[in-house]
């Protein structure tokens, strides 16, 4: 038995020493591709991860003169406060509702311009299609912001007077609960739909031609080639971007709505990222906003996982 046991200890040491050295033979390898690497990775270790320590802020009572090691540690208190607001509430369901409403219009869009954009053979038009679709993105929201106060204001806005020129009311897009979140909405998927859009059409590149070509020779019309042939190839690229999409739910937009939003909308615009800049810059209250970041953090988190597995258990890749 004594012999047996060092038998397999011996074999599995020399398991080990030929993965090690396969490994240092791959690193060695592929040698320049990790130092093309090595300023993302430095990146993402400097200004992601080195900063998660300020995390701690939410269990403690923060005082800026101590610091955050400094400062006194009260466990939960900050998340137990938290639950017993009723703006945090509030807060949270102003979040999921614009999350959810721009996941449900914005997801499909840029799937349906690039199938479209697909079927499109003059390679001029489809190009200038595309960066016609696609430059609002390179905007800021602060730029953004300005144009549409110009074109939605409910005095002097271009869009209110047209509908005025044609014999109806003013609607108050950017100051009435009812058409807020719809132009929130609208104007984050008119922003971001064309950049999207370009995932798929990469996607789409990858489809091997032969297909369509056998598709044609049976007989198969140009929807039934999309539905049988072009979906299922880029169904793997679609359940990525869903994943990633459904892992930041709870991310509703902050630069869009801090620049439009104002205390009259606040009832339905307040999201979770506005709360905390109000709570933590504001109002000082450090500690509580590292506590409403935390508890937004790792419900995107528990999504992603859930997601990510839904995916799998659909026969999909998924992310990890």
């Known amino acids: 038995m004594f012999m047996e046991a060092k038998v397999l200890e011996k074999k599995k040491t020399r398991k080990t020493e030929i993965r090690s050295n396969n490994l240092c033979r791959y690193f060695l390898k592929h040698k320049y591709l990790y130092f093309m690497l090595l300023p993302a990775i430095v990146y993402y270790i400097i200004f ?124 108050g897009f950017l100051t009435d609960d009812k058409y807020f979140v719809k132009t929130l909405v609208v104007s984050m998927v008119w922003k971001e739909f064309g950049w999207n859009t370009i995932i798929y059409m990469a996607a789409l590149l990858g489809i091997d031609p032969q297909l369509y070509e056998a598709a044609i020779v049976d007989g198969a019309s140009r929807w039934k080639q999309t539905i049988h042939i072009t979906i299922p190839c880029i169904m793997s690229t679609i359940v990525v971007v869903f994943i990633l999409r459904l892992g930041g739910l709870m991310e509703a937009g902050f630069e869009q709505i801090f620049v439009l939003y104002h205390p009259g909308v606040y009832k339905v615009a307040d999201i979770i990222d506005t709360y905390v800049y109000r709570t933590g810059l504001a109002e000082g209250k450090f500690a509580m906003a590292s506590a409403v970041g935390l508890f937004k953090s790792l419900i995107n988190f528990i999504l992603l996982v859930l997601a990510n597995k839904m995916s799998r258990m659909a026969g999909e890749e998924g992310v990890f």
């Open 48 to 171: 992601h991860y080195v900063p998660m320590y300020g995390a701690i802020i939410a269990f403690k009572n923060f005082n800026v003169s101590k610091g955050i090691l400094g400062s006194d540690w009260i466990g939960l208190a900050n998340f137990k406060q938290l639950f017993q607001m009723d703006k945090f509430y509030q807060v949270i369901w102003n979040t999921l509702t614009i999350s959810l409403k721009r996941l449900i219009v914005g997801f499909p869009t840029p799937i349906i311009m690039a199938l479209l954009l697909n079927e499109v053979k003059r390679t001029t038009f489809k190009k200038t299609i595309q960066t016609a679709i696609y430059l609002p993105h390179f905007i800021s929201w602060v730029i953004l912001g300005g144009m549409l106060v110009n074109l939605l204001s409910l005095d002097n806005g271009l869009v209110n007077g047209i509908i005025t020129a044609f014999g109806g009311s003013p609607i």
